[in-house]
């Protein structure tokens, strides 16, 4: 029942992505790469260009980690790419955007606004097995944060990385982390 | 059936806070206020308390903007008095800790992890009409960062209370914000 | 069960229209007027636009007879503006376009594709009292035709204002009527 | 659910064609060619027999596009031989009358009108799958129009003939059509 | 749950009738009257007409004894008109025909034929009370005997005039009936 | 649904015949000869005695046409015995008496009268392959005629020794009889 | 859910009796009085008329000590007079056959045999009160014995009379009775 | 559903016997023997021993017959050997007595008092093949009669071992027994 | 759902005592008292006699501390009474024994062995609000501890009487008593 | 449906021994061994250390007699750790205690209290073949007795190994049994 250690459910969405063709884009695609679902409410609208921004920013970084970025709205591939067309914020925008005007996506995340039609701000960072390992959401009008989405992502591949150890708060790259043992029980 | 939006859902549970007998706190209490329910698996574990510590530098900052913290784990509240009694760094914080062993707050949350009975690493930011504005949600292993927690809630205090504006992508206290208008439509 | 002489059901939808702020739409604001909705399938796409200035051509005479017309797909309102913004044959269209992201509209009337999230290319005519008198659908890629369509929604008028006369098949503005009696039963 | 781009429903009808012995058509008679159901109400009424004139001068077209013509009423084939013998304007009619005194094929294209026991005036186009491409009813009172719904056939069967090219509105045999791709999206 | 001694069930149909314009039929206006509904498959048919012709002989006498016929059929009264206008022998006949193109009738009767849409050969006769007295029905291809029928209703409005007698089998009026008794109990 | 038309159901029942032991009749038993199913209310009676005798004096004629004749009633094979040995009138008769104490009989065929546990004055006319072709019911008190029921039994033998003629209304055995065909359509 | 101590239910039946017109007998005409119900299987047969006639000579006695005595089978009142006109034994008896054809008795008492219509050989005795107290029944062939069955009920009237007394084993009127109390205990 | 003719169901009883160890019966135990089950409410009581006395004379006689004697109630085997071990009248006893603590004989033979948790006073004679043939209940306070049960067991092992005779009303062995058929229906 | 804090269920039942009539206890005639419900398997066996007799020995003294006592097995008053009368060791015991032949104490209490219809061997103490406060149970051939169950209902009155206090391990009257505080959290 | 003599259900619980690292224990660790279940309701609390060190005398015994034993409580392993090394008295504990923080055993032997999150004061003794066969539970407040505990099971583990021997009441090891049989029933 709980999100996080859960399975991403079965979805097939058309992607729009600058210098390609319109392309499927399903669960099974994403399968053996981390992936990031960046859901956002509306093409053309106020905070979602800053953040899809913001997380433009880190993409190559993010590629370079083997993280595949996936924005997502419940508007279509044709208005995806008339945005793109027409924003020069979003026309430098370099990873793929999901057209989810089925709601899929948006439900399988559980994310769609009651009686709005629209997704809510939200993040999920995916393993290589399919299993959602991150989670946030803000409400609107407040925008996320790349840099701190890009260091849990680096925790969460540390962690798979290194059976045994765990990043403590606010851990980044390359600071220590912690070895839980019976004898550390009740000593932190 | 979005949690962002959602009103919380009822509960009572006995807190223990340094300094004070046990009481009880209920989705009544908090009204009026912002809180934050800050779930951790369990006490004298070993990223909990990185992150119990984290949040607790931000205390008195967080009581200063009119925000309450919760910590909450499935434990009971003679367990997590035991732990404050016991540990250094679990000693010095001044916030309650709500005893879950009835899972009503897990479960209320969404957060109980199936077949384990802890709860997942799981924050959530309410606003003083009991309506969840901020959650996030990390996998076993990875701590959470209470410095950004911090920058969101001030992100949507701003927001509540300035109807109108909004926050753009990793926006901090002072910064420019936005004003959507049907102008901008297209244009950011 | 039948669509003919069924009275539309319950919607609100949010509408573009140039020269305006953004509106709100409802079943109520059409009751006392004729009213086509006019639905296709997305914004920026091809045989689209050319029914939308086909029928644009048309605006000002059913103004003149007392009709409003509502073009409806389930793009936002947001997008409904960026395309008036950025199409020369769209930005010439002085009627409203409904955002139907949640599908009200489009399953109200029966026209969401299945499986596809957008609308067909329906046209529906309701009468001052909220009933359907006149339906059409085509297939993806073959247009429709705003004079016939204008040619059925004067016959409707007609035979509304004169009780007891019936308009023969392709008849035009000025033809003659038919008279319907017993004497006529078996006589045509 | 939609309507257009589901396939047809069995059926089995008797029928009445000039110069013919009854004869049965069912679902399985109509595949592989295009088929046009023509819904009426009754026999010996008042706008139906203009309608069928009408149809009946494009029916020699019609089928050398490849077209059969099936009018629909709830009588029997026996009244409709008894109308084609004793009616002028019927007796000229060359294509076939379903009798549908069970009311199947009412119910399996949702125009039998509750309460009455009557079909309404509504088209049907159904292409050589099976495929119902094209609807079109109108109210009590207001007549069809054969050259529009002929026009639309040609434009359908244009489309079938050529894969990636649509046709505009209100588009005539021989204009020029449209031919959608990627970077026509948001260009007209 | 038997037929005999039901009362008959709620309907309303439009009648046709030599001399009268079309009006409606419901199971209030034969209250208070005999009533034979006679049901036969199909206008325009074969054994139906000769049936409809035996009855009319025998209408005058029904009428004079009080006796309301409804001829039913699954037609429409406009197909009715349009057989009392071209048969010479339905033409003379000065009953009313019910349209029971919506099987109401024919089902309250019982009388529809499975997968046909067509009613039984059946008679019914119906007492001022609304039960029903008598019934009879027979196959395809075999007509009934207006004769017979007539003695039939005479006897029962006997037995209903002359309560404490009955009337052996085959009688005719002014033959000797029966009066049961104690004593009569296994003495015939 | 229709009664006309039905295959009889299972049953089996216990008959006394003059001159015969008891022995017990079956749906099996009547398979591939006509049978008479005459139903009347009880032994010992007093319309039944007439209309039994009626009966009784066609039966020669009736076995010779290979009609065999069944009285029912929800008396026992015993009283039938008794009744037959102290009436004279039923005393001559020599068709079978079925016992029906079970009701089966008088279920099956629909003519258990409600609250009184005996059985209308019904007959059924049962073809060579089990399916029901003439049936009649009249009411407490009128009783029924044999000589209609012969002439109806031989119709509905000339029909089917005569696939394509059918008989018209009062057909006597040695009339004229009807051939349908198109061209009689609405002819007659 | 046990026979004896509960109430008898519901029924209505018609009654043969000697020297009378047919009445009715409800469930309501035994209130106040002492009852038999004296099943049998059918009129007319072999066991049974011992078993009544063995009754029947203990009727008069039965009378007198406020017994009413109802002899039940499944024929109707007709063939119970007609068994009692023709049959010496029968002929003689004095007391009520109830007409059981609808098995309205027979069910109530649960005795009807299944798939035989035929009610099993059982005796009821019902208190003033409607209480059945004594039941018996014996298998096909083994008739009872109305001595034994008047000893019951002389037993059941001294109980009732006698509050605090009971009879043992075997008890004739006029024998000794035994009065339990506390003392008695594990005494006798 | 009738329980004579029916077939006893399963039961497990433990029971006490003079001279034996407590043992087990079972339904399988008394096939191929007739039994009989002899209930009573309760050991220690008043009734009871007078009954069981009026059997336990009888016993000798009733196993020279080959009938199997079980008295039950629901008290226990231990209770049943302690009211043996102490009662001068119980004390003879030879037959077995049944604890029915589980209630399960008297629920199978519909003998549980409601809400009392004790047996009628009821006797049931089941055949070699386990088949209920005699019954008998008399309220409390009524002692049944030994004499009457064993002469009624005499007339049903007569009439099994004699198909095709019956005993009549309060035969003894010896006396005359009848043979139906078809000539005596209606004679005695 | 858990049997300690829960309310006693209704009952009533039959109870033997020494030097009493018979007479009845309900639910209600044990409010306001404390209360023993001692169950043990059966009269006349083994080891219920010695642990009854070492209950009999703590009578008196819980008499006098306000405790009623009740035995409960699933025989009846009648075997109660009778085992009273004939062992040495029962005839002693002053308290009342219940009988539970309808097992609806043993069900109330959950304590009926599945397929014996005996109780276990189980001890209730309820306090005088009606609360069950103390459970015991054992298997077969393990016999229970006056002196315990007397020090336990000893303790529970003491905590009744003290709110705040708790008794410790194996205290006994007039022992040391702990006062729970929030600074014995862990200091225990 | 009874406790005792039902079969533990499954479990899986994590388990802290002093000088062990955490381990888990499942209902098949157990079988083939005596098993104490000794549930309490939190760790860190006030009576539950009494009874803890009160059965902690007892464990060197117990183990010495085959018997395994398993405090239990809703707290996680963690805590039990916590408790262990920061409690004087639970310090010195070496038997096993259970994190039931998923309530499985808790409800599996029905003593989790409704509301509370936390277990009854409970104990269940289990055979080798995981039958529970003795259990007792108190209210909170009142303290159990390990002395007693080890006297029952002693008896149990004494009437397991010697059939046909059961313990008297407050049976002490070495004590006299009895040997029931059929001669000592009513006889003690």
Known sequence: MGIIGSTIKLFKATAFQAGKDFFEVTNEDIAGKWAVFFFYPADFT?????????????????????????????????????????????????????????????????????????????????????????????????????????????AAQYVRAHPGEVCPAAWEEGAETLAPSLDLVGKI
């Open 46 to 154: 106020f905070v979602c260009p800053t953040e899809l921004e913001d997380l433009g920013e880190k993409y190559a970084m993010l590629q370079s980690m083997g993280v595949e970025v996936y924005a997502v709205s419940t508007d279509t591939h044709f208005s995806h790419k008339a945005w793109h067309d027409t924003s020069e914020k979003i026309g430098k925008l370099q990873y793929a955007f999901l057209g989810d005007q089925m709601h899929t996506l948006s439900n399988n995340f559980g994310v769609l606004r009651d009686g709005v039609g629209l997704a809510d701000r939200a993040t999920f960072v995916v393993d290589p097995d399919g299993v959602i390992q991150i989670m946030e959401i803000t409400c609107e009008g407040v925008g996320r944060n790349a840099n701190e989405l890009t260091r849990k992502i680096k």
